[in-house]
């Protein structure tokens, strides 16, 4: 019996299978220097994690928007030069309005609407200051 072409096809199969078992190596090969510029990709992305959140503390806190009417900034700015708290009547002499109690009683509401918003603090009934 003749063995030649048996050991014929196993020299292809042999040849056929390094060269797959080489390019699945290349392949291996490159998939791990991907993984590991994808881990490295990944530590760093932790890191800036780990930095924006221990400075974030340190960050102002951005002013709330306020509502679109005149009158807000200006109450700030009369809280910014007041030595203490304010009650209505006194923000609204400061804002020049007349001490009519249509006028207090409007700039009470904004006062509140302040107040809802975390700009100002009501420290007791009527009496309202900027938040520390």
Same mark, same amino acid.
């Given at each position: 019996?003749?063995? #030649?072409?048996?050991?014929?096809?196993?020299?292809? #199969?042999?040849?056929?299978?390094?060269?797959?078992?080489?390019?699945?190596?290349?392949?291996?090969?490159?998939? #791990?220097?991907?993984?590991?510029? *994808?881990?490295?990709?990944?530590?760093?992305?932790?890191?800036?994690?780990?930095?924006?959140?221990?400075?974030?503390?340190?960050?102002?806190? *951005? +002013?709330?928007?306020?509502?679109?009417? +005149?009158?807000?900034?200006?109450?700030?700015?009369?809280?910014?030069?007041?030595?203490? +708290? #304010?009650?209505?009547?006194?923000?609204?002499?400061?804002?020049?309005?007349?001490?009519? +109690?249509?006028?207090?009683?409007?700039?009470?509401?904004?006062?509140?609407?302040?107040?809802?918003?975390?700009?100002?603090?009501?420290?007791?009934?009527?009496?309202?200051?900027?938040?520390?």
């Amino acid at each position: 019996m003749n063995i #030649q072409p048996l050991l014929d096809a196993l020299e292809l #199969q042999e040849q056929a299978a390094r060269v797959l078992a080489g390019d699945l190596r290349e392949q291996i090969d490159g998939l #791990q220097n991907r993984l590991r510029e *994808a881990e490295t990709h990944l530590e760093h992305l932790a890191i800036t994690r780990t930095t924006v959140t221990s400075l974030a503390d340190r960050l102002p806190a *951005a +002013p709330p928007d306020l509502p679109e009417h +005149p009158d807000y900034p200006r109450i700030l700015d009369a809280f910014n030069h007041a030595t203490g +708290p #304010q009650r209505a009547r006194d923000v609204c002499q400061a804002l020049g309005h007349e001490l009519l +109690p249509k006028n207090v009683e409007g700039t009470r509401s904004k006062l509140k609407r302040l107040v809802k918003l975390d700009i100002l603090t009501e420290v007791d009934t009527g009496i309202f200051a900027r938040r520390p």
